[in-house]
């Protein structure tokens, strides 16, 4: 099975306190580390298993800047054969549907039986590029997949759906999947391991292999013509307990006691 | 382009409630609204939805039933072609997250996702959405088009007031043309757990920000000593550190305990529509912008680990 991973660098923010930057059009990034994003590294683990099951090949896949290589050394040091690196400044600010027909014309000419991606990224939270794709393609598709079983050219898969249901479905190949967090527990990737894979030959397309012109892509592109970021408001929001963490835990023990807690 | 669109969800038989907050959504925007019904039985859906959509489409196969994207693609793009609406409206859901982009993308038409208000100004249509899991707000002017098509925050919009007058409906069977062989085999009920997490009147709920799968151990100490029930919200679910049937949120369980207590949690939405029914919530995060302490009631901004063990500490005097 000829699988093809898509996978998008992104900043690590789960702890992180975002700050906005001077234009408000972006958060700024400086201090933040950049990786794999979450869900994207589900659905690398999954190919990875698939390829081990099923044989065939898996090739990983990325739109971005030169720091968006580190997600593709990542995914071959987790197993992945081949990586392909679309990177070009004037794909700076596409929006998801540029995105898709972009990776679809890398992918139209290619033999490929499966597409996975995440649900959606981290940073923007879309959740869009995957099932454009699939419409660029003309491909079946399924989101917010749980789990993956495959019987010759047809896959059935679990979709989560809300308050603890799910569906099966039959989907045939070829198809594109997007991913849900938890399907699988991805292996670690070791600095070693992606040592190991530090000679390996990245495929590298920007705008004139595609054969797009510079206004189909980028910001220009996009039906978005401002963007202005904010922090939330909050209004409303907690009364924080300040002082020494003893007085905190104090205040905290409190106010168990008055819910009904250790009574 | 005018007027708006709403597509309806059901599941088992039943309108989805999300589907009157899409109705409020496209009210409070103008007053041409349609909403549609694809079902095997329509009618049943839609006498749900009385008093609250002016006009009604009706769209009848027994293919509709259940969702299925192959099923309900020909129908929209058809519909969403003959009217011209300025905006189509679903909910971010299992199934808006499914349909919006293949809608989007079979017509060439922009979407926005998880849009949390919807205006307009002299520059065209502005709406509001998160990113960044909540931590960020965006306000986005989107270009004017003929159609756009927006996916809905479930819980952001308030539900549609009943009490409407007119309502037209039209009728029409579907003739579907599918073109994959996608198909909805059974649906799955998660296997109930070893305890109710929803019958709890104290919850003790662990997200990222409790590190690793050892320091659950201290949150359970904690849920034990107070006589509560451990809880936890989807990242230490897909870590495999508890079990599902603990999780709180859209895709798990909602609950309404008289407690909560949110170690480490930041508070994703879809955390958040699970439990912020909860009469009273204290929140433990690092990040003091962290969504969580927009529904919390009282809060601490300090490492849970810290917290923890002072607590244990506390509650022993």
Not at chain 1, 39 to 54: C, P, S, T
Not at chain 2, 250 to 276: C, D, E, N, W
Not at chain 2, 300 to 308: C, N, P, R
Request: aromatic share 2%; with cysteine; charged share 20%.
């Amino acid at each position: 099975m000829q699988i093809v991973v898509l996978a998008k660098s992104v900043p690590e923010i789960s702890e992180a306190e975002l700050e906005i930057n001077a234009e408000g059009t972006g958060i700024e990034t400086e201090d933040l580390v950049l990786g794999i994003n979450e869900w994207d590294n589900f659905a690398v683990e999954e190919a990875v298993r698939l390829r081990e099951a099923h044989g065939g090949t898996v090739t990983v896949m990325t739109l971005g800047d030169k720091e968006a290589e580190d997600v593709l050394r990542r995914a071959l040091a987790m197993g992945a054969d081949e990586a392909i690196h679309l990177c070009d400044d004037a794909f700076e600010g596409s929006d998801p549907a540029t995105v898709a027909r972009l990776f679809a014309r890398v992918l139209r000419d290619r033999k490929v039986d499966l597409i996975l991606t995440g649900v959606q990224s981290s940073d923007a939270n879309n959740a869009q590029t995957g099932v454009l794709l699939a419409q660029e393609l003309g491909w079946g598709y399924a989101t917010l997949v749980t789990k993956i079983e495959r019987a010759g050219e047809t896959l059935t898969v679990h979709r989560e759906l809300e308050s603890d249901t799910e569906e099966r479905v039959e989907l045939p190949l070829p198809a594109v999947v997007t991913v849900q967090s938890g399907i699988n527990e991805p292996r670690y990737v070791s600095v070693m391991g992606i040592r190991k894979v530090r000679g390996k030959t990245i495929e590298q397309l920007g705008l004139g292999d595609l054969g797009v012109g510079e206004e189909q892509v980028g910001a220009a592109s996009s039906a978005i013509t401002r963007r202005s970021l904010s922090l939330p408001d909050t209004s409303g929001a907690a009364e924080l307990l300040e002082g020494t963490l003893a007085d905190i835990s104090h205040r905290l023990a409190t106010l168990v006691r008055e819910a009904g807690g250790l009574s | 382009m005018s007027g708006v669109l709403v597509i309806a969800e059901h599941r088992h038989g039943a309108l989805r409630a999300c589907t009157r907050e899409a109705l409020g959504a496209a009210l409070a925007h103008g007053s041409d609204v349609t909403t549609v019904v694809l079902s095997d039985q329509p009618e049943r859906i839609a006498a749900e939805l009385d008093g609250v959509a002016p006009n009604l489409t009706l769209v009848e196969h027994p293919a509709l039933a259940d969702y299925n994207p192959e099923a309900y693609l020909p129908v929209l793009a058809d519909l969403v072609g003959s009217l011209a609406p300025e905006l189509v409206l679903l909910p971010h859901t299992s199934q808006g997250m499914d349909l919006g982009p293949a809608l989007a993308g079979r017509l060439g038409l922009p979407l926005i996702t998880d849009c949390t208000a919807i205006s307009a100004n002299d520059d065209g249509l502005v709406v509001r959405r998160q990113a960044y899991a909540g931590k960020i707000v965006e306000t986005l002017v989107l270009r004017r088009a003929d159609t756009t098509i927006l996916t809905l925050q479930v819980g952001a919009f308030a539900e549609a007031a009943p009490g409407l007058q007119s309502v037209t409906v039209e009728r029409t069977v579907a003739e579907l043309s599918p073109r994959h062989d996608r198909r909805l085999l059974e649906y799955v009920r998660a296997a109930a757990g070893d305890v109710d997490i929803g019958a709890a009147d104290i919850l003790v709920a662990v997200g990222r920000g409790i590190g690793k799968q050892d320091n659950i151990a201290l949150a359970q100490r904690l849920a034990d000593t107070i006589g509560a029930t451990l809880a936890c919200s989807r990242p230490v679910t897909d870590a495999g550190w508890l079990p599902k049937s603990r999780q709180v949120g859209t895709s798990g369980k909602t609950v309404r305990p008289k407690l909560y207590i949110a170690l480490g949690i930041s508070g994703a939405f879809q955390h958040l529509a699970g439990m912020k029914g909860a009469d009273t919530i204290i929140a433990v995060n690092k990040d003091p912008a962290a969504p969580i302490f927009k529904v919390a009631h009282y809060g601490v901004v300090a490492d849970v680990l810290e917290v923890l063990p002072a607590l244990a500490q506390a509650l022993a005097r």
